[in-house]
């Protein structure tokens, strides 16, 4: 039986009387993408803090490659191998892309400074400073940055938000290269659907703090309740 890459357990965060999480489970298996989507407020970003170890205390467990690292701090489970990216770049404008990239790496303790910008595109801007790159490359040196030290599951919040079109089917193809040549499993929380349904092996739809539904791209886009969650947006 294959060890799962992470797993959630009945995930649970309240503020107050408000259920953000309410008993979510989630398991993702070795090199799989899976798409998380749902609704503003649904709970993407809450349940992607659970996993990593942020934003509270939090009711359930998480289990990573089989060991349970519910108590384990976020860096602690940084350097054990999940790794996570945010909404906003973690960026720093004044420093050279190489730089930040060097920073990242000395503070996962494992440096692989130039595989990390030779697999993003980014060896020949190294040397420039974060703030006069494009904003598309920005948001791969974010990516670059959570992708020091190699680690195995990689949890990316909006990683395409802000990019054009053709960004945003790069930077898919991108994920879907690195999933596969780094064997790394990926959870990936986006608004742009044709990311979505371009890259994941599976999708997870989270609705009011609770799974609505699960399953293949297919399943997901004929799925009833699905499409009554995102009545009016791009989810068709």
Not at 68 to 83: F, H, M, T, V, W
Request: net charge negative; charged share 25%.
């Amino acid at each position: 039986m294959t060890t799962l890459a992470l797993e959630g357990i009945d995930l649970t965060r309240r503020y107050g009387g408000f259920a953000a999480l309410d008993k979510v489970s989630l398991r993702l298996e070795p090199g799989e993408i899976r798409g998380l989507i749902g609704p503003n407020g649904a709970g993407k970003s809450t349940l992607m803090d659970a996993l990593c170890g942020r934003g509270g205390p939090t009711g359930g467990t998480v289990v990573f490659n089989g060991r349970d690292i519910s108590g384990l701090s976020a860096q602690a489970r940084r350097r054990a191998g999940l790794a996570r990216s945010f909404q906003k770049t973690n960026i720093f404008p004044a420093l050279m892309v190489r730089e930040q990239v060097a920073l990242a790496a000395r503070m996962a303790e494992t440096d692989n400074t130039d595989e990390v910008l030779v697999a993003l595109g980014l060896l020949d801007l190294a040397d420039r400073r974060a703030a006069d790159i494009s904003y598309g490359d920005q948001r791969r040196l974010d990516l670059a940055l959570a992708l020091v030290g190699r680690p195995s599951v990689l949890l990316l919040d909006e990683p395409a938000a802000g990019l054009s079109i053709n960004e945003s089917i790069v930077l898919a193809r991108l994920l879907k290269d690195l999933a596969s040549s780094w064997s790394v499993t990926v959870l990936l929380v986006e608004h742009d659907m044709e990311v979505i349904f371009a890259v994941s092996d599976r999708i997870t739809v989270l609705n009011l703090g609770r799974v609505l539904a699960e399953g293949t791209r297919e399943e997901i886009r004929g799925n009833p309740e699905v499409v009554r969650a995102y009545l009016g947006s791009s989810i068709e």
